[in-house]
């Protein structure tokens, strides 16, 4: 006698778990500022399940700096930069005019910032740099 085909089932119960959590919102960082402003410098990133040292994606940038007033600037390199907008209101980060940084997504239990970068297989990870806090460009 054949067992019934319950994948199915698995599934929906993965789908119904993915959407419950994804509606629960992690608290924005607070102590430094005004939520989400100020330099993040990036840690490591993440593609196919393996994990990468930052250097070997931004030899000399990487960094991220979201100003108070909902501007901000990406640094691709230690030249090279992109204006972007930011908001972080309902406790959840959304950035616009970026087309490497997108989805960004707060991860309170690590304290960092987890941006997907040109494509959502590559996730790279933040945290914030309290020695670039005023605002100035992050020095690589």
């Not at 989400?36 to 940038?61: H, Q, S």
Request: charged share 20%; hydrophobic share 45%; net charge negative.
């Amino acid at each position: 006698m054949k067992r019934p085909f319950r994948l199915p089932l698995f599934l929906m119960a993965c789908l119904l778990a993915a959407f419950a959590l994804a509606g629960q919102a992690a608290a924005p960082p607070s102590g430094h500022g005004e939520g989400y402003a100020g330099t993040w410098k990036p840690l490591r990133y993440e593609m196919g399940g393996f994990t990468f040292d930052i250097v070997t994606l931004f030899l000399d940038g990487g960094h991220i700096v979201l100003n108070e007033d909902g501007t901000g600037e990406a640094w691709l390199t230690a030249v090279n930069t992109e204006d972007l907008t930011w908001t972080g209101e309902g406790g959840a980060l959304a950035v616009k005019g970026s087309m490497f940084f997108f989805n960004p997504v707060w991860d309170a239990e690590k304290q960092e910032l987890v941006f997907d970068y040109t494509a959502p297989a590559i996730k790279v990870f933040y945290a914030r740099d309290d020695a670039g806090a005023d605002g100035a460009a992050p020095v690589p």
